[in-house]
C-alpha cells in the first residue's frame, strides 16, 4: 500500500530531475493537502518529535514533511509542490539568514508566506534558549555525550564563548548529533517551552 514515504521519494526524485507523474498519483491517493519544508533532517526530526508529542498522525492528515538538503532547494521544491505543481498548501521553517531563498522561492511560486516561520539563527539555537543551557547541559551527559563535550569544551577555539554558542555549536560537530538531539530536545520540552516558529508551525497544520 502506497505510504507518505514513498510520496517523499518520488518528491525528492522529481525535484533531481525526474518525472512528475508518480507523485502527483501517489498526491491524490494518499490525500496529501499540505508540504512542510525544511532546511534538514533535524528539523524534520525536531517537528516529527513535536507532533508525536502532540498525539498527531501528520501523514495520516494529509502533511508531508519534507528535509530539502538546504534552503538554497526551497525554490525547486516549491515550484513543484506549491500552486505551479501539485497545487498543495505550503508551510516550513526556516533560519534567520536564509530567509530571503524561503521568500524568494515562495514570491516566484505564487505561494503565501502564512504557514512559514522562521528562527532565530536556527532551530537548535531556539531550543536551547527554550531549555536553558543547564538543562541541554544536563541532556548531553544522558544522552551519553558527556566525555565528547568535556573535549570539546577543551579546544582553544571555543573558550570564552557563551554557553548558548558552544552547545549550539557541539550539536553540529557530529555527523547524525543534530538528529538525534533535535528529537531528544524536544522531548524534555515542559509546557510553555516550546520555541514560538515550532508551535506556530504545528499549530498552521
Not at 490525500?31 to 501528520?58: I, K, Y
Not at 560537530?173 to 524534555?188: D, M, P, Q
Request: net charge positive; with cysteine; charged share 25%.
Amino acid at each position: 500500500m502506497a505510504d507518505m514515504r514513498a510520496f517523499l521519494d518520488e518528491v525528492n526524485g522529481w525535484a533531481a530531475g525526474g518525472p512528475g507523474g508518480p507523485a502527483g498519483d501517489l498526491a491524490v491517493r494518499l490525500g496529501v493537502r499540505t508540504a512542510v519544508l525544511l532546511e534538514g533532517p533535524s528539523d524534520l526530526a525536531a517537528v516529527e518529535a513535536l507532533a508525536a508529542r502532540r498525539g498527531r498522525d501528520l501523514a495520516a492528515e494529509g502533511v508531508c514533511v519534507v528535509s530539502m538538503g538546504g534552503a538554497m532547494s526551497v525554490g525547486r521544491y516549491t515550484e513543484l509542490l506549491g500552486p505551479p505543481g501539485l497545487g498543495l498548501h505550503l508551510a516550513g521553517l526556516c533560519d534567520e539568514g536564509e530567509q530571503r531563498f524561503y521568500y524568494r522561492g515562495l514570491e516566484r511560486a505564487r505561494a503565501s508566506r502564512r504557514g512559514f516561520f522562521v528562527c532565530v539563527t536556527d532551530l537548535e539555537d531556539e531550543l536551547i534558549r527554550a531549555l536553558g543551557t543547564a538543562r541541554v547541559e544536563e541532556i548531553v551527559r544522558t544522552g551519553g555525550d558527556l566525555r565528547a563535550w568535556q573535549t570539546f569544551l577543551h579546544q582553544p577555539a571555543h573558550h570564552g564563548r557563551p554557553r548558548q554558542q558552544q552547545l549550539r555549536r557541539f550539536l553540529g560537530t557530529k555527523k547524525g548529533r543534530k538528529i538525534r538531539y533535535g528529537r531528544l530536545l524536544v522531548e524534555a520540552l515542559g509546557p510553555g517551552q516550546t520555541p514560538a516558529p515550532l508551535d506556530g508551525l504545528l499549530t498552521c497544520l
